[in-house]
């Protein structure tokens, strides 16, 4: 029997996390949720997915109905059916859903990163905390910069993180978004260093504990955050040891300048010309020629697919969760198979 | 027999065109080219087509041995086999491969809106010059621009234009250039009023000759153009009789805004989750709440995806040069239904 | 006796009113007001001004002294002294301020562009409306979209205006606003065609109706607006005759690509080098090569400078709503000569 | 008597030192020079600039003729009476200007960032090396990120620099070049780690060798850099002595984002509200929230204005190469009070 999951709010990460769920052999979607009748709602439909308003309240129903979009109902008619919920709703409504509706439904339900840390059981990286989150109710896969952070430290952790310095340059708005700015300015964000990022890195690899900094800016792009990290380590590291663990390490691949890569822009374009629907790259892009030492210090600077680096990532928290598989790198597996990732 | 065609210069639209005729069941790509060994290149020869070098160089082919991508030879090796030549070069060089190269070569060849219309026997566009374009040996399909006006004007042709007047606003630079502005600034171009696109538009619509008036600007936006037409008719005409005209023209769609159709990045967000391969979206796209009358002047908005726009006129002009279909509703259709397009 | 200002809302309008009325001989600024202790605020009180706060909320008091600003009370204490008060504040805000600010205290009030027409008693525009606006009570100086129209219409007024159709290229937010999008897209706004621009001109210049029919998009630029006209007139124009009526309407400048004003960027480069304070630039500019003209129609593009364009019509809708000055020409002359305007 | 100034390439850096220059008591502009005869050209005549043209060409030399804009002549004609030449010309055409024009005609001359530190006798901060360049004939005035980083690196010289790590984030043009993208990606540039911005500071700080570790990125933006740095110190250090010390550091100035600057879009609003000509904000620009310690390590935010805050530092190149002035304190103190800047 499959696994079924409810999506509660089908927007940028739901829709995504929809398409992975069902293109899983045991995992199944049983319902999406939307609040308003748009034109991403329609597509649901035209998926083949059943959808339901995120929201139990008439106008809203009514909302649907007149916009001639079928719903099957409110999110409490299905609700009770699922093994467990992947919520998408914006930033600080995860934990309103966790409160008001999993916890009361005793329903098993992930949050995504615009949630704290604090307000779960567990946070949730494939590569790092896949056997704590094994069985939990109540789990946050973390952001996307810090599932970009989380990856590439796992690929450095065996030469001994003794500091991992970043510099976050985040994309200032998602590309479907075209109301937020800035149009042109770069803004520290947050003013104050270290940013919140570390700490959240930390929430999923504790040992990192005071051993991670990072400062963030916001720019006016759309398609990918950037980073830049300088990590110093325990002894002296040679740079083809540092190519070599990230290619061994699942979901990262490296990208060249000479061979055309000289932006995030053209790592996009090599997302769309791969056929990835809608160029979605949840691996994480480390530009080769960026990757260097000097002693004990290693540098280089990654790209991340904001929209959708965390999609496989609840693939495999939904199996660790549920107990579906308890190796991780057999769902890792599982999940980059299913989805076609390079690796 | 399949027709062949050899696709010299994959880069924007020579990529595009080359997956198009494969998706085509009477035509077959028997080759494509590249001056350079990017990820592109690469790319090419994993989707299966046969790499040439475009430019016949020793230099430049001893680049792709060093670079690892295998080639089977400059384009002089292929062109006497090839049916008919799709050109993809930068603006300009159309015209100097014409001269060179398929000309002395004696194979058919499609220039791309990058070249001058007088530089060739005709101009394409399917809904207009179809027929006049049957087995010529040398056409142009028109720009992206042009290709967007020709499809609305086809649309309202019936209601006898008397006068269209048409603003341009003109996306920057493509999504992987990453080196084209501007970054901040909104510039004429051409600061002359009327543009060159009107008599661009005439060049495949001779009837039309000063009956049309536009006039450009560019902005930092790399997804759509946007166009505003204003278009006296020769009588009073009502809203949804355009409507109607609209939904009956092959390859144009209403998106509303109401449904969340806000801007060109919401229409790109739809083309994305449609799942369309590099989010291709040859369809033109009026935005319904835009279209008005007052007394016999209509007005409207649209859309225009620059990047695949014109993939599907390539098709149905190769149709027409090599006198493969001598009903360009029925070459449209073909085309549209291997592209799975919406209409 | 110099006339008493008062400027509620030291904000982007705000600010520039209170330093050009400083820059009159016969107007004075009595105070400015803040709602936030920014350093706005601090500025304005480095140049001499008095500072209220303009919302009389015991809170908001606290904050300016914990901030270490000094403020002389809250606009109540301030607005009897005043012989007219200029609404500098947000979008909406303005008609609140009449209603329970303004009115009760019987002090004539301007409002600004994001008031709607039917709020006030007439509509401003120093070359359209003066007379009108003679001695009136609450007046509104129409937006920077419509003023630059009103100006250029002017000039063309004597050709007999048949219809003019415009687009409006709007910047997307200032350059101030860090918040504000999109970033990537171009948004038409309103989506419907005719837009509201049109009736706003109307509200100026009633004899336009029906004669104007406007549209417009947001673009991602923070600048300048930039417009397209296409205006029919009487019978047929030369182009050197439209060149003489511009040089000969107060505001409006002419700029030339071929100087290298090739953009917007370049216009307000200009500006920059003239050494204007905020780079400010109220003076309309055209681009002399886009003027033009096919029998009796008109065409031309325009950059308008959102942030000052406004500025010197605050001036003038002063001296004419407090008689101060009845020939119209007069005060824009006394106006553009204090702010040392082009012309 | 004043010493002579020559500005040859009177572009954004020549234009502002030209500027600057005027403003000191003890030095004047006997001429600028300009390729072509735009907008600048004609401006630098009504500001009383004698123009030359840069390069001693018969039909360069007519092109101003025909746009009436009057020159003395070419370069070859005032270069003897220079005490100094100050070179703004483009990127490498410095180094050009260098061994053809200044060397044969035994003129010393200031080179500006976008040259080599090798083709130079030295490399210029004010701070660090004024005294270095005491009488020097080809000295040149490092870059903009450069200089932003000198002068902090001298403010938290005291706490015993062990190791400095920066990230950059480059502005992508400045705001009057209307060409240069990209529109919507980050790019790495370079895209190896560590960048030459490192090196560069060494050119001017020797002893910084080993010590500054640089890395940096190119964004969509036109108004400012922004740099965040890392620096590990020789032992414990506390925020308060920090703030100290970069309010005892000339040219560096704090601003809050509490205060309302949230951006580099704010910044330069606050450059405009100064009233500074061209908004020019020769002040390097700390966020003083984001300056931070943890141990011996430091953290902070700043901001440059690349166009203008090398200006003062010609000033002061100027007066060490000159011999005119042998207390750098003193220097800057006269640059700053005639340029009005804050400290
Ligand atoms: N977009 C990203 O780049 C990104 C990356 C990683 C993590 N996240 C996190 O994922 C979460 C979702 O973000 P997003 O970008 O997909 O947002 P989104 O705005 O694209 O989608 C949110 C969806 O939730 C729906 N919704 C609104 N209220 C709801 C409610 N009460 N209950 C259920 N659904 C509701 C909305 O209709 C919308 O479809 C946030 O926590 C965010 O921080 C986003
Ligand atoms: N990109 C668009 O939005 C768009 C839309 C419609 C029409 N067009 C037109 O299509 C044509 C191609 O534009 P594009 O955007 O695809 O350009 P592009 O720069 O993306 O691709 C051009 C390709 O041609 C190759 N090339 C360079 N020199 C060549 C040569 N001598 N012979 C053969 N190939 C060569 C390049 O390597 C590159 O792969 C132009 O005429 C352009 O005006 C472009
Ligand atoms: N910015 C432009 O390009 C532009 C151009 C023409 C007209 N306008 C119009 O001018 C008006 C002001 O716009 P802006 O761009 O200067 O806005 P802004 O946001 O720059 O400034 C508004 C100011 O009003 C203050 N404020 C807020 N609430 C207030 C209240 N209740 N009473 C008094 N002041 C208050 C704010 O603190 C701020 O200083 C609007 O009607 C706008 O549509 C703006
Ligand atoms: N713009 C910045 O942000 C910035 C900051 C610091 C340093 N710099 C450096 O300053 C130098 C000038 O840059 P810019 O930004 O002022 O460039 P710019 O393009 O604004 O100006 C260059 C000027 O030089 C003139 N010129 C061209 N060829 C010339 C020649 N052969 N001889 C003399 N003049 C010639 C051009 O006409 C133009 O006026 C470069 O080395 C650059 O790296 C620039």
């Known amino acids: 029997m499959k696994a079924k999951v409810l999506i509660n709010g089908y927007g940028s990460i739901g829709k995504r996390v929809a398409d992975a769920v069902s293109a899983q052999k045991d995992m199944e979607v049983i319902g999406v949720t939307k609040t308003k009748p748009d034109f991403d ?12 308003c995120a ?3 008439k106008e809203r129903v009514k909302a649907f109905e007149e916009a001639g979009i079928p719903i099957e109902g409110t999110i409490l008619d299905v609700i009770e059916e699922a093994d467990i919920v992947v919520d998408g709703a914006p930033k600080k409504v995860g934990k309103e859903n966790l409160e008001k509706i ?6 098993k339900a992930i949050l995504q990163g615009g949630e704290k840390a604090k307000d779960v059981e567990d946070n949730f990286n494939a590569l790092w905390s896949y056997e704590r989150c094994y069985g939990k109710s109540y789990v946050r896969v973390v952001s996307c910069n810090t599932t970009g952070l989380c990856r590439i430290l796992y690929a450095l952790k ?12 985040r994309r200032g708005a998602d590309p479907n978004d075209d109301k937020t700015g800035p149009i042109n300015a770069i803004k520290p964000n947050p003013v104050t260093v270290p940013s919140h990022h570390g700490p959240d890195v930390v929430s999923v690899v504790p040992e990192l504990k005071d051993k991670i900094i990072t400062s963030a800016v916001i720019v006016p792009t759309t398609l990918m955050h950037q980073h830049t990290l300088m990590v110093e380590v325990e002894s002296e590291v040679k740079r083809e040891d540092i190519l070599e663990k990230i290619n061994e390490t699942p979901r990262i691949i490296l990208v060249r300048e000479k ?3 000289s932006s995030t822009a053209k790592i996009i374009e090599f997302a769309r010309d791969l056929g990835r629907k809608r160029y979605d790259l949840p691996e994480l892009c480390v530009w080769e020629e960026s ?9 280089l600077m990654q790209a991340v697919h904001q929209e ?9 928290c939904i199996r660790a969760m549920l107990e579906m598989e308890d190796d991780k790198f057999k769902s890792i597996e599982k999940t980059n198979k299913a989805l076609n990732l390079i690796k």
Chains 1, 2, 3, 4 share one sequence.
Do not use: Q, W
């Open 41 to 52: 709602a329609k597509l649901a439909t035209e998926l083949g997915y059943k959808l339901y």
């Open 291 to 299: 990757v260097n030492t000097l002693g004990n210090e290693i540098f």
């Open 55 to 57: 929201i139990p309240d």
């Open 308 to 316: 959708s680096i965390v999609v496989p990532e609840n693939i495999d």
């Open 102 to 107: 999993y916890k009361p439904n005793k329903v």
């Open 158 to 169: 065996d030469f001994g993180i003794k500091k991992a310095r970043v510099v976050l340059v």
């Open 259 to 261: 061979e055309g890569f």
